[in-house]
């Protein structure tokens, strides 16, 4: 969970009143929010994933007002137009491609309102903008700023500027060679030809996103404007930060206005402020929490979570601020229905239809596998599902297709793996300073990519086992193959095979009624090289899933 500190004297302010602090803490954990510890006036608060709108105290105290009935229903915000626009240069598409925009006018900085500033734009940084690559923002001091405002690029010896901090002006490529920053967060920009800037109609750069802001345009304490850019390559979290940012923002009493956006074949106008509806339906919500709640008391206590609500023949319509991206489904607004009613009234009750769970075959299966195993002289060992198609496929000389990861953090863990044997060779390459022979072995999921699937992937339990050293041959560790098999009750049948992970003419296969569920053979050496192993390696791996009888 993400981690904030807090000041208690300016979260009461917020709140326009003193709140005690047990009462306080008692109140935060309802809509899961911990305090961690309470160091002099300092909160540390842990914060649910799922609500980036409470990494601040602006949206703590947000929240807070309608849950002490400080002040409850959905917040309103006027939204007035900046006459500041953003032209977007063509050339972003290839690199950071979308970007929004928004300014902040009758700002008053306090310390409390900078810390907690600069901490909500880290947070937000580190979950909406997933390490800011999906998006990352900018705030700058809009009076030291000549728009028009251009959102362009330039080559990476390009246009040179004074980066926040230092007092010389570098180009691109040197700032990621030089400034901490460019050495933090340069790796996102790793391959490309051109780095994306944002330049006044003066020539002055604000900020090469998503690295570094300018020197020029640093906000002071003196500071009554800012300009506030989110850049990125995920639209959606570009326009979830900016909304969230101004949001805590406007609790300050600071006013929002909008900023036109000009792309190449269109205009929009941010930060989109505009609430959502949901319909919640009274008899569901009510059979799902076990009350018996009236139409109107459930609309109450829906606008101490700050919704809107409306009622009108057993069903709620439910008007969502902005900044609650959480909110997806008619059980998203059951869920916070209950933390308004109070979890700690909720009476427990036990199912009406009482049923008697057992283990599923796969498990049994999957203990079995490990006895058999074990008791054999193998060590059991449990690798990351995640890999890469290098490890997976490149490796083992071996061709195929993978689940991919959407948004993946690094280059290491790109897809799901489809085996598990390329993990097992990864454990024996850690631990070849280890003394030889070595047996493991693993049973865990794979993901193989099926286009019948509802998700387009299908889980299956696989178990595999290698050997290496001296004694590592075919022979030997089919026999072992075949042991766990009869182990298991199961007959299969196996017939020469070639794999281009396994030598020729040293490799077999396993198959039950004619279907394939697993191999076994001495792996080839370049396999054997590409670990970086220096001894010959057996093994084998077989689909739990294709050999025990599903329920």
Same mark, same amino acid.
């Given at each position: 969970?993400?981690?904030?500190?807090?000041?208690?004297?300016?979260?009461?302010?917020? $709140? *326009?009143?003193? @709140?005690? /602090?047990?009462?306080?803490r008692?109140?935060?954990?309802?809509?899961? #929010? %911990? !305090? =961690?510890?309470?160091?002099?006036?300092?909160?540390?608060?842990?914060?649910?994933?799922?609500?980036?709108?409470?990494?601040?105290?602006?949206?703590?105290?947000?929240?807070?007002?309608?849950? $002490? *009935?400080?002040? @409850?229903? /959905?917040?309103k915000y006027?939204?007035?137009?900046?006459?500041?626009? #953003? %032209? !977007? =240069?063509?050339?972003?598409?290839?690199?950071?491609?979308h970007?929004?925009?928004?300014?902040?006018?009758?700002?008053?900085?306090?310390?409390?309102?900078?810390?907690?500033?600069?901490?909500v734009?880290?947070?937000?940084?580190?979950?909406?903008?997933?390490?800011?690559?999906?998006?990352?923002?900018?705030?700058?001091?809009?009076?030291k700023?000549?728009?028009?405002?251009?959102?362009?690029?330039?080559?990476?010896?390009?246009?040179?500027?004074?980066?926040?901090?230092?007092?010389?002006?570098?180009?691109?490529?040197?700032?990621?060679?030089?400034?901490?920053k460019?050495?933090?967060?340069?790796?996102?920009?790793?391959?490309?030809s051109?780095?994306p800037?944002?330049?006044?109609?003066?020539?002055?750069?604000?900020?090469?996103?998503?690295?570094?802001?300018?020197?020029?345009?640093?906000v002071?304490?003196?500071?009554?404007?800012?300009?506030i850019?989110?850049?990125?390559?995920d639209?959606?979290?570009?326009?979830?930060?900016?909304?969230?940012?101004?949001?805590?923002?406007?609790?300050?009493?600071?006013?929002?206005?909008?900023?036109?956006?000009?792309?190449?074949?269109?205009?929009?106008?941010?930060?989109?402020?505009?609430?959502?509806?949901?319909?919640?339906?009274?008899?569901?919500?009510?059979?799902?929490?076990?009350l018996g709640?009236?139409?109107?008391?459930?609309?109450?206590?829906?606008?101490?979570?700050?919704?809107?609500?409306?009622?009108?023949?057993?069903?709620?319509?439910?008007?969502?601020?902005?900044?609650?991206?959480?909110?997806?489904?008619?059980?998203?607004?059951?869920?916070?229905?209950?933390i308004?009613?109070?979890?700690?009234?909720?009476?427990?009750?036990?199912?009406?239809?009482?049923?008697?769970?057992?283990?599923?075959?796969?498990?049994?299966?999957?203990?079995?596998?490990?006895?058999?195993?074990?008791?054999l002289?193998?060590?059991?060992?449990?690798?990351y599902?995640?890999?890469?198609?290098?490890i997976?496929?490149?490796?083992?000389?071996?061709?195929?297709?993978?689940?991919?990861?959407?948004?993946?953090?690094?280059?290491?863990?790109?897809?799901?793996?489809?085996?598990?044997?390329?993990?097992?060779?990864?454990?024996?390459?850690?631990?070849?300073?280890?003394?030889?022979?070595?047996?493991?072995?693993?049973?865990?999921?794979?993901?193989?990519?099926?286009?019948?699937?509802?998700?387009?992937?299908?889980?299956?339990?696989n178990?595999?086992a290698?050997?290496?050293?001296?004694?590592?041959?075919?022979?030997?560790?089919?026999?072992?193959?075949?042991?766990?098999?009869?182990?298991?009750?199961?007959?299969?049948?196996?017939?020469?095979?070639?794999?281009?992970?396994?030598?020729?003419?040293?490799?077999?296969?396993?198959?039950?009624?004619?279907?394939?569920?697993?191999?076994?053979?001495?792996?080839?050496?370049?396999v054997?090289?590409?670990?970086?192993?220096?001894?010959?390696?057996?093994?084998?791996?077989?689909?739990?899933?294709?050999?025990?009888?599903?329920?």
């Open positions: 969970m993400p981690t904030i500190s807090v000041s208690y004297r300016d979260l009461c302010k917020l $709140l *326009g009143r003193p @709140v005690d /602090l047990e009462r306080l008692e109140r935060l954990l309802m809509f899961g #929010v %911990e !305090v =961690d510890g309470v160091v002099g006036d300092e909160l540390k608060l842990a914060v649910a994933h799922n609500r980036p709108d409470l990494l601040s105290p602006e949206g703590l105290a947000r929240e807070l007002k309608g849950f $002490l *009935g400080i002040e @409850v229903g /959905l917040p006027r939204l007035g137009r900046s006459g500041v626009t #953003v %032209e !977007v =240069d063509d050339s972003t598409r290839v690199v950071r491609p970007i929004a925009a928004g300014v902040v006018e009758g700002v008053r900085l306090t310390d409390e309102s900078v810390a907690a500033l600069m901490q734009q880290d947070k937000l940084h580190e979950t909406i903008g997933r390490r800011r690559r999906r998006a990352s923002i900018g705030i700058y001091d809009l009076d700023i000549r728009h028009p405002i251009r959102y362009t690029t330039t080559l990476p010896e390009g246009l040179r500027f004074t980066p926040l901090d230092l007092d010389r002006e570098l180009t691109p490529a040197q700032i990621l060679r030089e400034h901490p460019g050495l933090e967060y340069g790796a996102l920009m790793r391959g490309w051109r780095y800037l944002l330049i006044d109609s003066a020539g002055v750069v604000l900020s090469m996103p998503p690295v570094i802001n300018s020197e020029a345009t640093r002071t304490k003196g500071t009554k404007r800012f300009f850019d989110v850049t990125g390559d639209e959606r979290a570009v326009n979830q930060a900016l909304v969230v940012l101004m949001a805590d923002l406007a609790e300050r009493g600071f006013g929002l206005r909008s900023v036109m956006v000009r792309y190449p074949t269109k205009s929009v106008r941010t930060p989109r402020l505009r609430a959502t509806r949901q319909r919640l339906r009274v008899a569901v919500a009510n059979e799902f929490l076990g709640l009236k139409p109107g008391r459930m609309a109450a206590l829906m606008k101490r979570m700050r919704l809107g609500a409306s009622v009108a023949a057993g069903t709620l319509t439910i008007t969502i601020p902005p900044y609650r991206s959480d909110v997806m489904h008619e059980i998203d607004l059951i869920e916070d229905l209950a308004a009613y109070g979890y700690d009234k909720l009476s427990p009750a036990l199912p009406s239809v009482v049923t008697t769970g057992e283990k599923h075959p796969i498990e049994r299966a999957g203990e079995k596998a490990r006895a058999v195993l074990t008791g002289g193998f060590s059991e060992v449990m690798t599902t995640l890999t890469n198609e290098h997976n496929f490149g490796l083992m000389r071996a061709s195929g297709e993978a689940a991919e990861i959407a948004n993946p953090i690094s280059e290491e863990y790109t897809i799901v793996r489809t085996w598990l044997l390329p993990s097992l060779l990864s454990t024996l390459r850690t631990n070849k300073h280890n003394p030889l022979p070595q047996q493991i072995f693993e049973v865990g999921d794979v993901v193989w990519p099926d286009a019948a699937a509802e998700t387009g992937a299908i889980n299956v339990r178990v595999a290698a050997v290496i050293g001296a004694e590592a041959n075919f022979t030997r560790v089919r026999a072992i193959a075949e042991a766990l098999l009869r182990e298991l009750g199961v007959a299969c049948e196996s017939k020469a095979v070639e794999h281009p992970s396994f030598i020729e003419g040293r490799a077999a296969e396993f198959s039950v009624k004619g279907k394939r569920v697993g191999v076994v053979g001495e792996l080839h050496p370049e054997i090289l590409g670990f970086e192993l220096e001894h010959p390696v057996a093994a084998f791996e077989l689909g739990l899933s294709h050999v025990v009888s599903q329920p």
